[in-house]
Structures are given as structure tokens and as C-alpha cells.
């Protein structure tokens, strides 16, 4: 009963065609691609950064690396005592 029917949205892009013309509706449609995918472009690229930046600024060691150095730390402090 209120809805917009078919025939009604036709006859609204007939008159909006009308008004602008086809190449300055198809010089917006293109503006709004690249808007469209500069956005998607600008969050990737966020989100990229954002994974970067989630860890703390360090190198991680291997496991055995932290042995080896903590076992070398223990002999040092045997040879002090």
C-alpha cells in the first residue's frame, strides 16, 4: 500500500537521467567507485598496521636461546660466589 512499486522507481531514474544526462551520471558513478575503493584500501591498509603494531617492540628467541642464556647467567653467578 506504501511501498514503492517498480514502475514508480523507473520513472524516477527516467527524470533524474533527464536532468543530468548520462555522462555526468556516468562521470559520478566512476568518482564513486574510486571513492569506494580508496576507502576499502585506506581500512586495509589500517588494519595492516593496526596487526603490526599489536605486539611488543622486541625480537622474540627461540626457546632454546633463553636456555642457553639463562643457563650461561647461572654459571657466570656460580663463578662469583
Do not use: C, N, P, Y
Not at 35 to 63: M, T, Y
Amino acid at each position: 500500500m506504501g511501498g514503492i512499486s517498480i514502475w514508480q522507481l523507473l520513472i524516477i531514474a527516467l527524470i533524474i537521467v533527464l536532468l543530468f544526462g548520462t555522462k555526468k551520471l556516468r562521470s559520478l558513478g566512476g568518482d564513486l567507485g574510486s571513492a569506494v575503493k580508496g576507502f576499502k584500501k585506506a581500512i586495509s591498509d589500517d588494519e595492516s598496521v593496526a596487526k603490526k603494531d599489536a605486539d611488543a617492540d622486541f625480537e622474540q628467541k627461540k626457546l632454546a636461546e633463553q636456555q642457553g642464556d639463562q643457563a650461561q647467567k647461572s654459571q657466570k653467578d656460580k663463578e662469583q660466589v
